[in-house]
């Protein structure tokens, strides 16, 4: 049986994370906004830090922190997202849907409308009472963190023990 490193847990972590997101666009058709496109970023860059950290086990001490770090700020992205979702910050004016703002031309608006996304970051591609995919995708994000450094804070203590 395979032993579960602190990096397989990240790389298949993070390579799930990134399936579902597959899935949910493709098989479900539940098309991607720029913040969502944004959130798959930090799940890649762990891939390729998890095969680093299984080459180069040497390199867990800094690794696993980065690692964790990264996991956090995705979490932060995330939670942005689902800030923007709620109408509760102005998300990036290149992914909010269209409400024109007063003293707006209707030739303004309209240029507008038409270089907007398609999907608009203020829009919840899907939502279940009041929980979004942005919403799940800040808890995961944040509990991998945690579980990564937990993980490698047990792996250090049964060293140094």
Known sequence: MMKLTIFRFTLLASAASLMVA?????AFGLAPCELCQIQRIPYGLVIVLSLLGMIK???RFWL???IAFIFLVESG???YHTAVEK???KGPSACTSAVAPA???MEDFRKRIESAPAVACDQPAWEWHGITMALVNALWSFALAAMALIIQRSKDAKAAG
């Open 22 to 26: 597959l899935i949910a666009q493709y």
């Open 57 to 59: 086990p040497g390199a």
């Open 64 to 66: 696993v922190p980065l």
């Open 77 to 79: 992205i995330a939670v």
């Open 87 to 89: 109408h509760v910050v």
């Open 103 to 105: 003293g707006e031309s």
